[in-house]
C-alpha cells in the first residue's frame, strides 16, 4: 500500500511554496499583515475545504496538507488556519469565504485570547453556551500581548452575536491538525536555516556545522520532524473517517509537532548564538512562530494528558 502524497496534493503544495516564496518574503513579515494573502486567494487556496455548493472544491483536510506546511514554512501571518480550514466547518455559508475577501478568527474552548481578531470579518467564540459566531461590526477587541508579532492577539467582547447550530469538535480537531502541519513546516524552516549557517560560521578555523555537538542537534531536529509528520498525516485521515480514536490521534500529532519545533528553536538559538535574540535577523519571526504555534489549540501538555488518558482508558485501537 502506497501511503504517500500524489501528485496532485504535492504540486498543490509546490504551488502555494513558490507562490509564499514571491509575495511573503521576510521582509514583508516587518511591513505587512497579510503578504501574500490575495495571491492565495487567486489560487483558491481559502476554498479547498469548503464544499461545491459553497464554491469551494471540496478537498479532504489531508490533500491540503503539504500546502498548509508551506504556510508554516513561509511565517504567513493572518488568520490561515482559522480561515481555510475552521470556516469550512463552522460557517461554510458565509458569503465570499472561498474567495478569501473573508477572514475569520476562533478562539476556541480553553483559551483567553483570539489570534488576528483586528483582521476577521467574522469571529467564532466557543463558549460554554456553545458556539456564537460575532460580526467585526458588534466586536470590541482589547490587545493583549503575545509572543508572536505576527500573530497578535486580542480579548473579544460583544453584546450582539449569532448562536451557530452545529458542533465545534469537527472544525477544532481539524485545526488543531492543520495547526500541526504549520509545526512542522515552521521545524523544518528553521533546521534548513540553522544547517545553512553552520556550514558558514566559523569557529577555531572551521564551520561550527564540523563540529559533532552541533551536528547532534541538528539531528536530533530532522528526527524530530521526520517522526512527527506522519503523525499528522495520520491524524488528518483520522478525522475524516468515523475512527475512534481520532482525538487521541489529534493529540499525538499536536503534542508531536509542537515539541518537534520547539526543539527547532532552541536548536537554532544555539547554533546562531546572541545574533538569534536581534531585531535584525529574520529568524526571529519562525522562533516567536514555533512557540505561539506550539501553544494553539491547546499546548503539548495538554494533548500529551488527552493521549495518556486514552491510553490509560484502554484506547489501544487503531486507524482504520
Same mark, same amino acid.
Given at each position: 500500500?502506497?501511503?504517500?502524497?500524489?501528485?496532485?496534493?504535492?504540486? @498543490?503544495?509546490?504551488?502555494?511554496?513558490?507562490?509564499?516564496?514571491?509575495?511573503?518574503?521576510?521582509?514583508?513579515?516587518?511591513?505587512?499583515?497579510?503578504?501574500?494573502?490575495?495571491?492565495?486567494?487567486?489560487?483558491?487556496?481559502?476554498?479547498?475545504?469548503?464544499?461545491?455548493?459553497?464554491?469551494? @472544491?471540496?478537498?479532504?483536510?489531508?490533500?491540503?496538507?503539504?500546502? @498548509?506546511? #508551506?504556510?508554516?514554512?513561509?511565517?504567513?501571518?493572518?488568520?490561515?488556519?482559522? &480561515?481555510?480550514?475552521?470556516?469550512?466547518?463552522?460557517?461554510?455559508?458565509?458569503?465570499?469565504?472561498?474567495?478569501?475577501?473573508?477572514?475569520?478568527?476562533?478562539?476556541?474552548?480553553?483559551?483567553?485570547?483570539?489570534?488576528?481578531?483586528?483582521?476577521?470579518?467574522?469571529?467564532?467564540?466557543?463558549?460554554?453556551?456553545?458556539?456564537?459566531?460575532?460580526?467585526?461590526?458588534?466586536?470590541?477587541? &482589547?490587545?493583549?500581548?503575545?509572543?508572536?508579532?505576527?500573530?497578535?492577539?486580542?480579548?473579544?467582547?460583544?453584546?450582539?452575536? #449569532?448562536?451557530?447550530? =452545529?458542533?465545534?469538535?469537527?472544525?477544532?480537531?481539524?485545526? &488543531?491538525?492543520?495547526?500541526?502541519?504549520?509545526?512542522?513546516?515552521?521545524?523544518?524552516?528553521?533546521?534548513?536555516?540553522?544547517?545553512?549557517?553552520?556550514?558558514?560560521?566559523?569557529?577555531?578555523?572551521?564551520?561550527?556545522?564540523?563540529?559533532?555537538?552541533?551536528?547532534?542537534?541538528?539531528?536530533?531536529?530532522?528526527?524530530?520532524?521526520?517522526?512527527?509528520?506522519?503523525?499528522?498525516?495520520?491524524?488528518?485521515?483520522?478525522?475524516?473517517?468515523?475512527?475512534?480514536?481520532?482525538?487521541?490521534?489529534?493529540?499525538?500529532?499536536?503534542?508531536?509537532?509542537?515539541?518537534?519545533? &520547539? @526543539?527547532?528553536?532552541?536548536?537554532?538559538?544555539?547554533?546562531?548564538?546572541?545574533?538569534?535574540?536581534?531585531?535584525?535577523?529574520?529568524?526571529?519571526?519562525?522562533?516567536?512562530?514555533?512557540?505561539?504555534?506550539?501553544?494553539?489549540? =491547546?499546548?503539548?501538555?495538554?494533548?500529551?494528558?488527552?493521549?495518556?488518558?486514552?491510553?490509560?482508558?484502554?484506547?489501544?485501537?487503531?486507524?482504520?
Amino acid at each position: 500500500m502506497d501511503f504517500g502524497f500524489t501528485d496532485e496534493q504535492l504540486a @498543490l503544495g509546490a504551488t502555494v511554496r513558490d507562490v509564499l516564496r514571491a509575495h511573503c518574503p521576510p521582509a514583508a513579515l516587518r511591513t505587512e499583515r497579510r503578504p501574500g494573502w490575495d495571491q492565495l486567494a487567486a489560487l483558491g487556496f481559502f476554498g479547498l475545504l469548503l464544499p461545491p455548493e459553497s464554491d469551494g @472544491l471540496g478537498l479532504r483536510l489531508v490533500d491540503v496538507l503539504p500546502a @498548509l506546511e #508551506e504556510t508554516g514554512r513561509a511565517c504567513l501571518p493572518g488568520p490561515v488556519v482559522e &480561515t481555510a480550514v475552521a470556516a469550512p466547518y463552522l460557517v461554510a455559508g458565509a458569503p465570499k469565504l472561498a474567495s478569501g475577501a473573508v477572514c475569520v478568527s476562533v478562539l476556541p474552548p480553553g483559551q483567553a485570547y483570539a489570534p488576528d481578531a483586528d483582521l476577521a470579518d467574522l469571529i467564532v467564540v466557543a463558549g460554554a453556551d456553545g458556539l456564537r459566531l460575532v460580526a467585526k461590526e458588534a466586536v470590541r477587541l &482589547t490587545p493583549r500581548p503575545g509572543v508572536d508579532p505576527c500573530r497578535p492577539l486580542f480579548e473579544v467582547a460583544f453584546d450582539e452575536s #449569532e448562536r451557530l447550530s =452545529g458542533p465545534a469538535g469537527p472544525a477544532l480537531r481539524r485545526a &488543531t491538525v492543520a495547526t500541526a502541519a504549520q509545526l512542522i513546516g515552521v521545524a523544518r524552516e528553521l533546521l534548513a536555516v540553522s544547517v545553512a549557517y553552520a556550514g558558514v560560521r566559523t569557529q577555531f578555523g572551521a564551520p561550527i556545522g564540523s563540529f559533532q555537538a552541533v551536528k547532534h542537534q541538528l539531528a536530533d531536529v530532522a528526527v524530530a520532524a521526520d517522526f512527527a509528520a506522519p503523525l499528522v498525516w495520520r491524524a488528518a485521515l483520522a478525522v475524516e473517517g468515523s475512527a475512534a480514536t481520532a482525538d487521541r490521534d489529534v493529540s499525538a500529532a499536536k503534542a508531536a509537532a509542537g515539541e518537534a519545533a &520547539t @526543539l527547532a528553536a532552541r536548536v537554532a538559538l544555539q547554533v546562531h548564538g546572541a545574533i538569534g535574540y536581534t531585531e535584525e535577523l529574520d529568524l526571529r519571526f519562525w522562533l516567536a512562530r514555533a512557540w505561539s504555534l506550539s501553544a494553539a489549540y =491547546g499546548t503539548t501538555a495538554v494533548h500529551r494528558e488527552r493521549v495518556r488518558a486514552s491510553l490509560v482508558a484502554g484506547d489501544l485501537g487503531r486507524y482504520p
